[in-house]
Every structure is written in structure tokens, then in C-alpha cells.
């Protein structure tokens, strides 16, 4: 399959990708490694062409949200209201990416006083700047408390420039304390149920706020089939991840896996094309299993990635390198999760919202990355650190430890920059080395034997 | 060839500094020939004619070699080899060619360094790196030596004349380097300051140790070399650390001994590129 990479099929439509490489200026593109089925393809094409969706939805008289620092609870709810989409303006981090930086983004984002220091994602308040990413959103929602120190920085510079924004908030995820009355959360993390009713009552502000927006009500019945629609998606999701995760040979490669699941917290604005394209790659991984094709060999190292990637080659990067995927935790675990539909469904949201691991004990992450790396057979652990993040800043070396002490697998933490190039060559090393120790680990192993540099 | 095997074996590190490149003789298990180059815009160039010169100096030709395996910063530059592997793996197995006993591997090389835990059997368990910062690295000295008008051999016999070694807290090259300025404002001696260096760099490489190796540790690399660094880092890591046998050139014994061990082209490799494969008839 790799070395059909780059040839896109005229009878698919193949020009999908030089439109974006050429006339939207998506240079980066042109050195990304393709998975060349017409499904992939597609999910290409889903993900570039947001803006362009956003824009006719806005032309069609739709309302659109930007649900900042959310990643799964207010666009299941934006998606149950008529005439209403929900888009993630955070994903602006990845066009310095695809744009080389030569987007203006990061600049115009300094030229605000947020610089290099902050998350990547301050190429968002570029983007609120040069108003050329995407278009004004009509509400902005953002999550706020026990989220993220600088993306909250980032949005009140965003609130400053003259767009309003519905805060609201999220506590930290505590441990119940002897008596408390507590709940189990999706995923099987246990809470105190005063905080669930804490963002259950934020998310009443939120759902009336929205409600306006529309001009329609926003009820129990629309919110419970809003939540049967994303469950549907995420059975999907997990259905993809098994497959990729468990097959002999990889069905896809790293980078098209990590799209997918990133379509998930906010269906890239349109949840019923959502839900086809993840359908498709499903259908397409499947066939390739019963196949027996994939990317890879079948001793390629397998490995459990922690943390979302800035630049898109990182994950490129570590098919090139020998190993592939068994596991991820892109951070959005709790999107993964069925959201409840025997509860009310705004208690069900607020349940959901509140198994976020970037709200709760790093620990509790490290302990669930732990057992899913058991359960999927991983070899080894790479933690992949967003720079200048406040919400990761230490937890990779929590994770380190805990998967170590408890697995005993090697662990590497690399950092993974908006434009990769200058760490590339460090990267390549650190990955290729763990898939050499992977290897050298192995009962059956003799000497590593090792890939030449492409 | 002996008994139809090849007999001679090559390894290169492509450092960023300097290129080492050894010939292995794996019927007598000792090293034939060994030299150094300093690294250059020509790597590919710099690295063939290191190798074509070991094979002058030892009466061998090219068919005589089996394979050769490239490792180190820049070893995807080194056209002529069959195969690259990391220089993680290829320390480790220098260091237990020589040190079968060796728990751990310290490496400090001019832009990086490693702390490499092995198993029982001589194999990586783990490893940490730090290349995002010069200021655990050879490159550190060369900026101190720099400043203090000092060659770089000089450094070892100045940090063992100091009697109070010097606080370098910064965690940046930079940074420990206005440091250094202020300490030469305030009239600390020189030797103080270098000795301050050497621990500053101990404690950063023993940061990325985590668990203590239950075992000894050899120290590889050019910094080895450095009079004072190996004490500096048995201070700071509060255990022994042996420089291992000819430490700079561990990294291409390693990897001469992995090409003996048959580290064999990989299917993304491509066909025959190899010094070897070309021209082992």
C-alpha cells in the first residue's frame, strides 16, 4: 500500500488534495506521506474543506458556535438544534503546520503578546486576527477552571478584541471523600456528585445560551437524540481503533488514525458527514484485515501515543521509523466513551464532561493509559508534549512513571513543535531507538536489526 | 571470508563534532584498524574517505568487508553504508563488547547526551536523552573554554586545581553562560568555574537517570575524555562511573560488531546501496 502513496486516484476525485496543495496554499501537504484509498481521501478532504462548510452555513443563514476548549460536550448539544453547527476554533493550531507558518497565525498571535511561550493553539487567536481561517462564529463557548492555564489566557485575549464569550465552568475532578455521595463517570472514574451537579447546572447556562442562538427549544427529547447521534459516531470511533489496534498489520497509517479520531469531539462541523466518513475508513481497515494488507511489517514495534501532535509528520514519522500504533490517548478519552442515555441528558453531559482527563488527577490519566496499554499489548510508550501547554507540562513525566513502574516498557517523551523540521532529526532518533529497544526486548530477539534511513 | 562468511566488519558514527570509523575482525574479536575525522559539510565525503583510509591502512579491500553500519547524528548521511542504526543501541553494544558487566551507559557527545539502562544481557532496557539543551552537552564546554580563553584539553587539570567549585544554577547554555560572565565580574577563579561546569552538566545527565542502575556504569563519548567529568558524574549520580575502553570511539565499534551480528538492510532500506553491497563482487 505505501508505495501507492502519492497517486490519487482520478476516479475518486484525485485532484481533492492538489486543490488544498496548490490553490489553498497547504504546501506542507505535498511532503505528507498519503494513505491512498479513496476513504482516506476523503477524510482528507472532510478535514480541509471545514472552512469552506462553515462558510456556506453561514451563507445559508445557519448559526454557528465556536465551542472553544471543549473537546466533546457543547457541539452534542449545538447538533441537537436546527440550523446549527458547531466548529472548534482551537483547530487553527494545526494550519501553521500545513501552512509551514507562512500563514501569519503565530505573528499575528504575538503581535497580541501571546508568543512561543504559550500552547500552539494561540494560532487561533491569529486566526481571530487575520479572519481568514474561519468565519466569525455567532456564539463562543469556553470551557474554563480546571482546563488549561493558557489556552484560558488566549481566550480572554480573544474576548478583548470584541468577541463576547459564555465562560463556564469546570471544576477539578477530586477523589470523593469518605461519606460523600459520588457517582461513577464514563470510563469508570468515581466523583463527588456536587461537582457533577456543578457542570450539570453550567451546562443549563450553556444550553440556554444556545437555545437563544437557534430561537428553538432545546429539550430533553433533542438533547437525548443529539447524544444517541454521537454515541453512534463514537461506537464508530472504537470500532476503527480496535481494528487498527489489533491487526496483525496496521490498516492504516498512524496519521490518517489520529484525523479520525480528532474528527470526534466536534465532527469537524458536521456531524452526519462525520459519522459517513469514519464509516468508510472502517469499511475500508476492515477490508484491508480480511485482506491481510497494511502499512508496516508485521514485526513493526508496537506502540501506545500519548497526546495529540502539532505537526502531522510526527505521526508519519513513526511508521518511517519501524513501529505502529496499538493504542492512543489523544486527550480526549472521555469523547471515546458512550455518553449515558438512561440519565437525564443533562446530567448524562455533565457526567461526560466531568471524565475529561485533562480535568482530573494526572495520575488517574497515567492509570488508565497504563491499563489500556496492558490490554492492547503495547511495547513500549511515547509522550508526546504540546510545548508551552500548562495542562501537560508535568504530567508526562507522572505518566512516564507510572507506565514504567507498572509495565516496565520503555517510555520516551519527545516534544513536538507546530513546524517539526528542526527537530526531526532528533525526533527520528529517539523513535527509532525505541523501536530498537522494543525489538532488542523481544524473547525471540537477536541483535536489533534496524530500517535505513529514508 | 572465512568459511564463507565474511570475516571484516565496519562501523561509522557520524557524530556532530567528529566522524570514528572502525574495521572489525570478527575471527580475531578485536578491532583491526580505528581513526577519527572531524565532522565536515561534506559528511558523506568526509565518512567514505575515513573508511577508504582504514581500508588502505589495514591491506584490505572493499569486497573484504561484509557489511557497514552507520550510527550517530548524522549517519543517514553516510551513503556508503548498508544499514543505520541509533547510536543508543550502538553505545550499548560497544560498551558490553568490552564491559559485559555494564548496567548502564552514560553517553555526552558534542550536541546531546544519553543515560542508556541495559538488561542482564547487554541489551537496551531504557533510555533517556536530552538534545534540546546544549547545556548537558560538549558543547557546553566548548562554550566555556571559549569564554575563558582555555583549550578544551585544558579543562580536566583546571577543575582539579579548584577548592570550591562554582554554582552554575541556570538550565540553559545561555543562559549559564551570562552566568559564567557574572562569576568572572565577581574575580571566581577560573578553575572554580570549570569544576562548577563539570557538575552542572553531571547533574543534568544524572536527571535523565531515573531509577538507579543496580550495577556499573561506563561513560562514553568525547566528553569521557574530559578529566574530572566521569568524578563529576559519580558525584552527582552518588555511584561509580568507569570510562569505558577508548570511549569515543564506542559508538562505530558498536556498530561494526551489530553489522558482524548481522543487522541486515531493512525492507525501507533500498537495494545494495552499501560500500559493501557494491563493491563486494
Known sequence: LRTQAFEERAATGGDLLRRHAEAGGDRRLAALRFDPSDAALRLWDFLLTEEDRLREARRRGWKLVGAMKDLGTVPVMAFALPRTAAFYPDGAWWTPCLMEGRDRLFAAAESLGVDASFCPVRAMLGAFVTRDRFPLPDLLVCSVGAVCDDFSAIAQRV???????????????????????????????????????????????????????????????????????????????????????????????????????????????????????????????????RAGQGFGAAGDARLFWVNPVADLRAMALLDACGGRLCGTDFLFTHALDPIPETLPPLEALARSALADPMVGPADQRARRIAREMRRLGAEALVISRIPGASHCAHEGSRIAEIVHRGLDVPVVEIEVPSVLDPVAPALRTRLEALVETVRARRPSAARPRSRRTP | VTGGKPRFWAGVDAGSRVIKAVIFDSAAGRVRAAGALDQGVDQAGLARGLL??????????????????????????????????????CHARGVTHAHA??????????????????????????????????????????????????????????AAAADRPAAISSMCAVFAETEIVGLLAAQERPENIVA??????????????????????YFTGGVALVDGMAQALERALGQPVTVACDPRMTGAVGAALLAAEGARKSPAAGGGSGLAARHGG
Open chain 1, 159 to 289: 474576548a478583548a478584541m470584541g468577541h463576547p464569550i459564555l465562560w463556564w465552568e469546570m471544576p477539578f475532578r477530586r477523589a470523593p471523600e469518605r461519606g460523600e455521595t459520588a457517582v461513577t463517570l464514563p470510563g469508570g472514574a468515581r466523583a463527588p456528585a456536587g461537582l457533577v451537579d456543578i457542570v450539570r447546572m453550567e451546562l443549563a447556562r450553556v444550553r440556554d445560551a444556545l437555545a437563544d442562538l437557534a430561537g428553538a427549544r432545546l429539550d430533553g427529547a433533542r438533547l437525548a437524540r443529539a447524544i444517541r447521534c454521537a454515541n453512534a459516531i463514537r461506537r464508530q470511533v472504537r470500532a476503527l481503533r480496535a481494528c487498527v489496534f489489533r491487526a496483525p498489520l496496521a490498516p492504516l497509517p498512524a496519521l490518517e488514525l489520529q484525523i479520525a479520531e480528532m474528527l470526534l469531539p466536534h465532527f469537524c462541523s458536521d456531524r452526519d458527514a462525520a459519522a459517513r466518513v469514519i464509516a468508510d475508513l472502517l469499511r475500508e481497515a476492515r477490508r484491508r484485515v
Open chain 2, 101 to 158: 558487566n555494564a548496567a548502564a551507559v552514560i553517553d555526552i557527545g558534542g550536541q546531546d547526551s544519553k543515560f542508556v539502562h541495559l538488561d542482564g544481557r547487554g541489551r537496551v532496557r531504557d533510555f533517556s536523552m536530552n538534545d534540546r539543551c546544549a547545556a548537558g552537552t560538549g558543547r557546553f564546554l566548548e562554550i566555556v573554554a571559549g569564554r575563558l580563553g582555555t583549550p578544551l584539553s585544558a579543562l580536566g587539570a583546571m
Open chain 2, 196 to 217: 562548577g561546569v563539570l557538575d552542572a552538566i553531571a547533574s543534568r545527565v544524572a536527571a535523565m537517570a531515573g531509577r538507579k542502575p543496580a550495577g556499573t556504569v
Open chain 2, 52 to 89: 577508504l583510509s582504514l581500508l588502505a591502512e589495514t591491506g584490505l579491500g572493499r569486497r573484504d568487508l561484509g557489511a557497514v553500519v552507520a550510527t550517530g547524528y548524522g549517519r543517514a548521511a553516510v551513503v556508503d553504508a548498508d544499514t543505520t542504526i541509533t547510536e543508543i543501541t
